[in-house]
T-cell receptor, first 115, second 117 residues
Framework: KAGVTQTPRYLIKTRGQQVTLSCSPISGHRSVSWYQQTPGQGLQFLFEYFSETQRNKGNFPGRFSGRQFSNSRSEMNVSTLELGDSALYLC??????????????FGQGTRLTVV | GDSVTQMEGPVTLSEEAFLTINCTYT??????LFWYVQYPGEGLQLLLKATKADDKGSNKGFEATYRKETTSFHLEKGSVQVSDSAVYFCALSDLLKRGSTLGRLYFGRGTQLTVWP
């Protein structure tokens, strides 16, 4: 079974630009969540989507947005990029079945550098 | 709110040494607890988990016991190897809390482990 796939692996963008990151969850998983990882703040939750609906949202500005498609693939978008948005963006999927006995599976991440 | 505190690193050990990484948590309900490992340039991999008090999670020689009385989930390994060098994250998911799901995990800051041969 293929794991969580994130594309692209690396991105370099200029301040003020926007960027779209993609995540394909494990087949059959309906929940997709996104995290930002930085040396200063650690791992911070961005948002979670389930069945094309945003189910949870972290404490990030409105420049960060996302969506989920009917095949459970998800994208996140960051507009008007700032230097502080440079980070590793991680996507995780979970089956959302018997929740107590399952876990979230992470992709390898997209390394975004804003210059 | 929910939170996880884990010991600051870095931790440097010789091969075959005993490892302990402390983790304590704050949660209003009865969380599930996890240890994730991150190798350089990679995402997070689940190392082990425990879903209720007194459960012991184990994998690849690593163990952690869910202690509700001390709100702790310390990671231990009896004999570390060079290949264990990585960053270790303690995390929780308070599934009985409104709005909580496996998709929303609360992470500690991570502990860098370096094992020398």
């Amino acid at each position: 079974k293929a794991g969580v796939t994130q594309t692209p692996r690396y991105l370099i963008k200029t301040r003020g630009q926007q960027v779209t990151l993609s995540c394909s969850p494990i087949s059959g998983h309906r929940s997709v969540s996104w995290y930002q990882q930085t040396p200063g703040q650690g791992l911070q939750f961005l948002f979670e989507y389930f069945s094309e609906t945003q189910r949870n949202k972290g404490n990030f500005p409105g420049r960060f947005s996302g969506r989920q498609f009917s095949n459970s693939r998800s994208e996140m978008n960051v507009s008007t990029l700032e230097l502080g948005d440079s980070a590793l963006y991680l996507c995780a999927s979970s089956p959302d079945g018997d929740r107590v006995r399952t876990e979230a599976f992470f992709g390898q991440g997209t390394r975004l550098t804003v210059v | 709110g929910d939170s996880v505190t884990q010991m600051e690193g870095p931790v440097t050990l010789s091969e075959e040494a005993f490892l302990t990484i402390n983790c304590t948590y704050t949660a209003t309900g009865y969380p599930s607890l996890f240890w994730y490992v991150q190798y350089p340039g990679e995402g997070l991999q689940l190392l082990l988990k425990a879903t209720k008090a007194d459960d012991k999670g184990s994998n690849k020689g690593f163990e952690a016991t869910y202690r509700k009385e001390t709100t702790s989930f310390h990671l231990e390994k009896g004999s570390v190897q060079v290949s264990d060098s990585a960053v270790y994250f303690c995390a929780l998911s308070d599934l009985l809390k409104r709005g909580s799901t496996l998709g929303r995990l609360y992470f500690g800051r991570g502990t860098q482990l370096t094992v020398w041969p």
